[in-house]
């Protein structure tokens, strides 16, 4: 019986892990000019750098994008190496951002409260067959 609680709680919890409520999204260089702290930044450089900055550890001014964070020089490496850093946003290549992301948050929740109802509609209707 125990069991079933368990699988109702690991099931929702494996959706939020596949799903997740945020994304990266490409963001364009007339955004770039203007853009505010928020989500976490992945900065993709002519020169095939790659950055990543946590949020708040970042900001534009002057053409050119300050940052703390960590750097890996091509993709099949991993972000080890800590920097801090000012890149020229005319050295970007194309930056990626992390957001909130409307669609999958609203499928997630709906698709969890699915689960536990029916799970416990499900445990329910088994409680009752074997009381008889």
């Known amino acids: 019986m125990c069991k079933k609680y368990i699988v109702l709680v690991l099931i929702p919890l494996l959706l939020i892990h596949l799903c997740g409520c945020y994304s990266l999204r490409e963001i364009s260089k007339d955004e770039m000019v203007g853009l505010k702290e928020g989500g976490d930044l992945i900065v993709y450089t002519k020169d095939s750098t790659i950055y990543s900055f946590k949020e708040s550890n970042y900001h534009i001014s002057n053409d050119s994008l300050y940052g703390k964070g960590y750097v890996k020089?091509?993709?099949?490496s991993g972000f080890k190496v800590a920097i801090e850093n000012t890149i020229a946003l005319k050295n970007i290549k194309a930056i990626e951002r992390d957001e909130l992301n409307p669609v999958t948050t609203?499928?997630?929740?709906?698709?969890?409260?699915?689960?536990?109802?029916?799970?416990?509609f499900f445990i329910a209707f088994a409680i009752g067959m074997s009381g008889h």
């Open 73 to 76: 020089f091509n993709d099949n």
């Open 106 to 120: 609203t499928l997630l929740i709906t698709g969890s409260v699915i689960l536990v109802v029916g799970g416990v």
